[in-house]
Each structure stands twice: as structure tokens, then as C-alpha cells.
């Protein structure tokens, strides 16, 4: 079993459709989740992160987390075609290196 | 948050030769670390560097192959040794502030030929 497992895609929505991905993580000790986005070619940059259990939002995009059912999500509203990359969850325990999940690719179509 | 400078961009390289890429943070920051990512793959973490010490690497990385270097607080240095076509992939530093959130360099996408 894979430390941090995200949904297989690729995922494709509509353009204004909401878009869910999921992770879910092996560590009961994790402490700090992540979710990237990565362009192609790019490298990957922070969109989300949250510590406690329930959501956290930001604009058009929300993170949930549970941590009893070891399961992170995040949730990208009225999807734009500029969304469309890969999304990549990251855990950490503590202090030190994050886990990385192998990523969702996301496309919405106009 | 932090500004990283990477470079090289982008490399080809002969086999068998080596290839030193530079990691210029913009601050001083406690965690650094060196990552591979291959196509379609996600981030597989090569090595943390310890300023000051020797690098912890993770299993299947050897320091022989990819030595490290972190001598301050802003600045590390990987290096990919004796080439193969299995080393092209893109490699990429990243650091982390406050124990939270990672921040990354543009990458260096090496081609070995």
C-alpha cells in the first residue's frame, strides 16, 4: 500500500462543474496536508493546506480533511480551463519531509 | 514565501560525465530538500540537506551517485555522477519554512544522451 494514494484519473468536468479529488494517507501521525498544483513543465506550487479536521476554504477552492477515516480532499468550484493540471497531495508528520501521492490530472473543458 | 533560483534549466549531458545543479534560496531556511521527478510521474524525494552534515538519503539513493552539498543556510548543491540515460529525468530542489509548507525551484530538466 502506497503511504499517500489519490484517486486515478484522469479526471475531466466541464467548464462551471465542480471538480473533487481525493487522497487518502497510511500515517495516523501525519500532521500537515498539502495540495499542489502542477502545470506541465512547471514545477509544483502550493494551492491548499490544512491541519484540522473539517474544511477550509479559499476562494473557489475547498480542502476537507478527516482524519479518523485518514482521507483529504479538495474541492475546486465553478472549474475553469486554467485549472487543468495535475494536483498532487502532500502529508507530513512533523517537521521534515512531506510524502507526495502521484497526482490526479485534471482537465476541464470549456 | 521563498524565492528559489535553480539552475541549470535544463541540460543534455554525455553519459558517464556529471552534472552539478545549484539551489539559491532567497532567505535562510531550516529544510532543503532534492527531488526526482520522471515523466508522468510524481515527486520522488532523493535526499534532505543538512547544513553543516552529510545529506539523508532515502532508500535507492546513494550519496556515491548523488553527492550533496548544503554549506549555509540559503545554498545547496546536487550532483548527478557518472551519467546514465536512466538519470534523465527533472530534478528539483525545494525548501520549507516555518515546518509547513514546501516551496520549489523551476527544476532542472537533464536529458542524458
Known amino acids: 500500500q502506497k503511504e499517500v494514494e489519490q484517486n486515478s484519473g484522469p479526471l475531466s468536468v466541464p467548464e462551471g462543474a465542480i471538480a473533487s479529488l481525493n487522497c487518502t494517507y497510511s500515517?495516523?501521525?501525519?500532521?500537515?496536508f498539502f495540495w499542489y498544483r502542477q502545470y506541465s513543465g512547471k514545477s509544483p506550487e502550493l494551492i491548499m493546506f490544512i491541519y484540522s479536521n473539517g474544511d477550509k476554504e479559499d476562494g473557489r477552492f475547498t480542502a476537507q480533511l478527516n482524519k479518523a477515516s485518514q482521507y483529504v480532499s479538495l474541492l475546486i468550484r465553478d472549474s475553469q480551463p486554467s485549472d487543468s493540471a495535475t494536483y498532487l497531495c502532500?502529508?507530513?508528520?512533523?517537521?521534515?519531509?512531506?510524502?507526495f501521492g502521484d497526482g490526479t490530472t485534471l482537465t476541464v473543458k470549456p | 514565501s521563498a524565492v528559489i533560483s535553480q539552475k541549470p534549466s535544463r541540460d543534455i549531458c554525455q553519459r558517464g560525465t556529471s552534472l552539478t545543479i545549484q539551489c539559491q534560496v532567497d532567505s535562510q531556511v531550516t529544510m532543503m530538500f532534492w527531488y526526482r521527478q520522471q515523466p508522468g510521474q510524481s515527486l520522488t524525494l532523493i535526499a534532505t540537506?543538512?547544513?553543516?552534515?552529510?545529506?539523508?538519503?532515502e532508500s535507492g539513493f546513494v550519496i556515491d551517485k548523488f553527492p550533496i552539498s548544503r554549506p549555509n543556510l540559503t545554498f545547496s548543491t546536487l550532483t548527478v555522477s557518472n551519467m546514465s540515460p536512466e538519470d534523465s529525468s527533472i530534478y528539483l530542489c525545494?525548501?520549507?519554512?516555518?515546518?509547513?509548507?514546501?516551496?520549489f525551484g523551476q527544476g532542472t530538466r537533464l536529458t542524458v544522451v
Open positions: 525545494s525548501v520549507e519554512q516555518r515546518s509547513t509548507e514546501a516551496f
Open positions: 500515517d495516523r501521525g501525519s500532521q500537515s
Open positions: 502532500a502529508v507530513k508528520a512533523n517537521a521534515g519531509k512531506s510524502t
Open positions: 540537506a543538512n547544513q553543516g552534515s552529510e545529506a539523508t538519503y
